[in-house]
């Protein structure tokens, strides 16, 4: 099973209406899709990025989607990218 992360879902600086999944003290501050890709493969999620597609939510926005394994909740899949991301910016 897969599941797909949008950089809004784990992004500081998005509400919960414009897409925030996780809780501003887990988020990352605009998260880019090389990151998410990145910290997803040191996950082991196999992450499969879609450059060329944007969130339904902000559909003129060209943000682009990484795809990844389902292996546990979608909420901690996304924590954990999170912090990966957070590791990997220090």
Request: positive net charge; hydrophobic residues 30%; glycine residues 6%.
């Amino acid at each position: 099973m897969k599941v797909t992360i949008w950089p809004a879902n784990i992004d500081s600086k998005k509400t919960v209406k414009e897409g925030r999944k996780i809780s501003k003290k887990y988020a990352v501050s605009t998260p880019k899709l090389r990151e998410i890709s990145r910290a997803a493969g040191k996950l082991g999620l196999n992450p499969e990025v879609e450059k060329d597609k944007s969130y339904p939510k902000s559909w003129w926005e060209n943000s682009g989607r990484v795809i990844v394994d389902k292996n546990q909740p979608k909420r901690e899949i996304l924590i954990k990218i999170s912090n990966t991301i957070r590791g990997l910016r220090k």
